[in-house]
């Protein structure tokens, strides 16, 4: 399923450019990646609705690659395990159900 299949069949609504952002980057190799990764972390890891679509986004980006791109897969799963783990270890009570309501 694509990111924007999710979207529509889980009537999902976007709330940033993330998904744009890192198709841009995924143009641009590894290096992008992983900035685009950082400055949208450092940005937003502390609003949970970001937080929320930025793991998203980003397991839906390993999905993409993994067949064609193998190394960018791996790299998004980094990047989405880290994400992940911090939105699971800081979010609390409304937020972290929100959160898995979302991701799950």
Known sequence: MTFREFISENGYT????FWEDFTIAD???LSAIRDTYNRAFKEWN??????????LVLNHKIWQHHKSHPEVA????????QADLYAVEN???DELNYFFEVTD
């Open 74 to 81: 791996a790299l998004y799963n980094d990047l989405w395990k």
């Open 27 to 29: 143009r641009f190799g």
């Open 91 to 93: 979010l609390k009570d």
């Open 14 to 17: 976007v709330q940033t450019t």
């Open 46 to 55: 502390e609003n949970y609705k970001f937080l929320t679509e930025l793991v």
